[in-house]
């Protein structure tokens, strides 16, 4: 199961939105292959009558009051924008020219 | 170095409380400190030395107004860059954060503001908290005061160091597989995570949303509970925040006893894994307990050996989920390929140049593991374990009132040792990690020096979940046991740092 291609690092980064480069997905492949070959072993308690957890202390139905508490100004939001035109971000074209 | 900088934080406040000493001579003394040591040292992202002097002109103000002022008011205090601050940037350790002030003040630092604390600036820290060791900084490594060949723990290399070397009395850290309480054991300081949930996470930037916790890091446990009883309580903005009241963690310092308290030795957290010297302290301090008092016994948690495996596993796939917001549309860098693209092209490439090695690789083994037939296997099955470790520990809570290991398996190895190895990095946290994953309240102190290299070596206690006064009790008893039989607090023994009078590389 551990086996890991240099083409699913290539496709894992793109998922992730990483640029990678090819010496980098090089360099990756094998040290993920080595990583999931050494937690590849929580399936070896991991049996069927255990209940997964995904919080450490259980809390249920965090509510707050529905009324307007204190918000960011527009400038505020928009202070560390790389780019905005002052009331929104600016970002480059979401489409490419193929789609 | 001035006197004032070699005083604990509940000395400092007696004095300014007393009048003795106003806080901008306790914020100007640390401001001197950091400025002949820090250079080395490197401890520190950032320092303004205006606002310091600013804030603690305002605390002198208010005092001599006649204010009621909270316990550590005036104290200067280190704020890890992982929480964000307004009127300093916070970069998380990240080239992909470079120069970001944020609209608000971190929770935690907020609440050390209005308890008139003073931050003297932010520090150094692997990237996104990602390493045992502040050598995944974007912004290069803080040096170990101990040994300035050495690493001085990671991801909060920076806190720990500050406080080491007398550059803070105080300092916040953030731990999600034991970022407090391994530095703390590499610097021969005191390192806490709460439990889960006490804290607020509000503002803390975040690695593993199920596992961060925010703490405090110091030179005495006394001083430790000082801070948390400052930032301990319920957060609104934080949904994960416990809604309860705390008792104080000081007054179970001050009150340590260990009379009948029954003490739980992990048996998988004591082999051949560990070094000898880090075994032998372990040892005499488990004795020295034993023979104040405090009754030793064996317990199993057979299912801890697989909190690493279960570890690098939930901790990537949330940190993947989490990082997904560096997409430089908001804020941060912003990279265009060459030619221009697509904002997806954009995000891209901005993800590339921004984060460094060890969060690339986290983000896509995160990626992995959450990924369509895969998630079952892999996140699904971390998941099974955490439920295991967590009834490790509550059978072992039925029968003693804390659990002991030693904090980390060696004591600081050289910079650069492990770097290429990540796997080997990774073991560092074995000891520590079980505490995220259940969410319970662990403390590192110092212990003593191993004998084959003379660096320090702590030893960690856990607590039941919400039960993190039992830490302060244990560890305030055993460190005064300790200081008696040194003569003095172990940082004493550290070799004095070269002092220099000018600047050092930022």
């Known amino acids: ?99 | 170095m001035s006197e004032l900088t070699r005083l604990s934080a509940a000395d400092l406040s007696a004095e300014l409380s007393a009048g003795n000493v106003s806080a901008v001579e306790a914020a100007q003394a640390h401001l001197d400190r950091i400025a002949a040591v820090d250079g080395a040292v490197h401890a520190f992202l950032h320092v303004n030395p205006e606002v310091t002097l600013a804030q603690a002109a305002e605390v002198d103000r208010k005092r001599a107004a006649g204010e009621q002022l909270g316990a550590l008011a005036g104290v200067p205090i280190a704020v890890k860059d992982v929480l964000v601050t307004k009127d300093m940037p916070a970069t998380s350790g990240s080239k992909i954060l470079e120069g970001y002030v944020s609209p608000f003040d971190a929770t935690p630092v907020a609440l050390a503001k209005a308890a008139g604390l003073v931050p003297l600036g932010k520090t150094n820290m692997d990237e996104f908290a990602m390493g045992s060791s502040t050598e995944h900084s974007a912004y290069g490594p803080t040096h170990n005061p101990w040994d300035l060949d050495r690493i001085p723990g990671g991801s909060g290399g920076g806190s720990a160091a500050a406080v080491a070397a007398y550059e803070a009395p105080l300092a916040f850290g953030s731990d999600t597989g034991g970022s407090i309480r391994q530095p703390a054991h590499v610097t021969g300081t005191v390192g806490v995570k709460p439990t889960y949930g006490a804290v607020s996470r509000y503002g803390s930037i975040a690695l593993a949303s199920s596992l961060d916790q925010v703490g405090p890091v110091s030179r005495t446990v006394l001083d430790a509970a000082l801070l948390q009883d400052v930032i301990a309580g319920h957060d609104p903005n934080d949904s994960t925040s416990l809604n309860e009241s705390w008792p104080s963690m000081a007054e179970a310092v001050r009150g340590a006893d260990l009379t009948g308290l029954k003490i739980g030795v992990i048996r998988e957290l004591d082999g051949d894994g560990f070094q000898a010297g880090v075994r032998q302290r372990y040892r005499e301090a488990l004795d020295l307990l034993a023979s104040n008092g405090a009754e030793i016994v064996e317990v199993s948690a057979p299912n801890f050996q697989y909190s690493i495996a279960a570890y690098y596993l939930i901790m990537p796939a949330e940190a993947s989920s989490n990082l997904a917001k560096f997409d430089s549309v908001r804020f941060g860098l912003r990279q265009a390929p060459a030619g221009g693209g697509t904002v997806e092209q954009v995000m891209a490439a901005t993800r590339e140049a921004g984060f460094g090695p060890e969060v690339k690789r986290r983000v896509i083994l995160g990626t992995y593991a959450l990924s369509a037939g895969y998630y079952d296997a892999y996140y699904g099955s971390a998941q099974k374990v955490r439920t295991l470790v967590q009834q490790d520990f509550a059978n072992a809570f039925e029968q003693v009132d804390v659990l002991v290991s030693p904090t980390a398996p060696t004591t600081a190895f050289k910079l650069g040792e492990k770097l290429d190895d990540p796997m080997a990095m990774y073991l560092n946290d074995i000891a520590t990690i079980p505490a995220n994953l259940a969410g319970v309240p662990g403390m590192s102190l110092p212990i003593g020096l191993a004998p084959e290299d003379g660096l320090p070596v702590g030893i960690q206690f856990l607590a039941p979940a919400r039960q993190d006064a039992r830490l302060y009790n244990v560890g305030g008893a055993l460190e005064s046991l300790l200081v008696d039989r040194w003569g003095g607090p172990l940082l004493a023994q550290a070799p004095e740092l070269a002092v220099s009078t000018q600047e050092g590389t930022r």
């Open chain 1, 1 to 99: 199961m551990s086996e890991i291609s240099a083409e699913q690092v290539a496709h894992l980064a793109n998922l992730a939105r990483i640029a990678l480069t090819e010496d980098e997905i090089q360099h990756l492949t094998a040290e993920l292959g080595q990583i999931m070959q050494a937690v590849e072993q929580v399936s070896q308690v991991a049996t069927a009558d255990v209940v997964p957890t995904s919080h450490p202390i259980p809390l249920t139905n965090v509510f707050r009051e529905d009324v307007v508490g204190e918000t960011l100004t527009q400038q505020q939001a928009l202070a560390n924008a790389p780019e905005s035109d002052g009331s929104r971000f600016i970002v480059s074209a979401i489409l490419g020219e193929e789609q």
